[in-house]
């Protein structure tokens, strides 16, 4: 491993599907950790089968060969070692310990329990390994009423109230548009890995880390104000306008754009900068709760006065004014925008199995360290692609060792 590099001296072992668990790995590998991925051999993670496959020739329907990867794959797991093991087999329960004994870090984001039924729980590896950091990534969490109830990432927005406050007043709870529970509750693991492990070299002693996605996203969504709202009898439903504020979405002559104008001060430069001075002399706008109070009344001003400019316009009069604003941008328009790919923030997708990019968008990790630079990847690796790397160095094993293995289904 690169010691050089933010956590080049972390070794994190995962048993993880689908998104939340392989995000976790991708994001600790990003900052230069060892991140090897434990999949089944023969098929690996499920998504690998999700099509469309890619390769530099472009899209394939069918998987074609061991070599053509799915996007899905590719996008949540450029960076991370592929091993293969079976750990239903006695033999591969052993390998896995002795793999555990090895790493700082165990992620898995199995159903709660199964890791437990195959004697590879948080209590079945403290015994190989006391400082072991421990993390289970479940969709309600190891303990509670709901703790044995299946969910991917639309049911833990639907259970969480996320989808009660997103979308309009008149319409159906919504989706957000991007599997946001999935994603997230990755981040809160990640920090609090890293604040296990700082932890861990204060007292020499590692710990058990029971992640909910449910609890997650309640506890970001519980950051507004929503037990007021539901006190006053308001809707918890805000469609584009910011809670608690005249803020959100309006448009023009060509054009949605957004606005932000959630102060006192605020609201009077938005007065100004649209030659609009009724907006701060009508008394039901005059100040923030009454605005509040008047709030459709204050968004159907601010929509009457842009109705009349084109986009270009609106957004030149605000930007001048000072009134945080911006376009509401398709997702075509923000691919096309250099600004990510000088930053990094997207970049062309990478196979381990070629050593050009593939087709189609891949991201970055958003945030620039001055001090050192973030490993670059080799890019998703395919299925075992790393066993003789992992079993030769951390287990001693040779070649003919490990061919023996995978003739007797062990990887």
Known sequence: MNNESLLGDIRVLGVTVFLAGPYTLLNLARLGAESIKVEVPGSGDPTRQNGPFVTPDGYFENQESDNHLSTRFIKRSEGLKSITLNLKNPKGKQMFLELAKESDVLVENLAPGAMKRLGLGYEDVVKENPEIIYASISGYGQTGPYSKKRAQDPQIQGMSGL????????????????????????????????????QKEKTGQGQYLDVSMMDTLTSLIMMDTLEEDLMNGEPVRMGNILRGSPSGNFTTKDGEITIT??????????????????????????????????????????????????RSEALERLENGGIPCGPVRSVEEVIKDQHYWDRGTLRNMKSAAFKDSVPGISTGFPVKFSGVELPDSDGAPTLGMHNEEIFGKLLSLDIETINQLKNDGVI
């Open 163 to 198: 989808m009660d406050i997103n979308g309009f007043t008149d319409g159906p709870p919504t989706k957000v548009g991007f599997l946001i529970g999935d994603l997230v509750t990755p981040l809160f693991a990640c920090y609090s890995i890293l604040a296990a492990l700082r």
């Open 261 to 310: 104008a959630a102060s006192d001060d605020q609201w009077a430069n938005l007065s100004k900068a649209l030659n609009a001075p009724e907006l701060v002399e009508n008394p039901e706008f005059s100040t923030f709760f009454a605005r509040n109070k008047n709030i459709n009344k204050a968004v159907a001003s601010i929509q009457q006065i842009l109705s009349k400019f084109t």
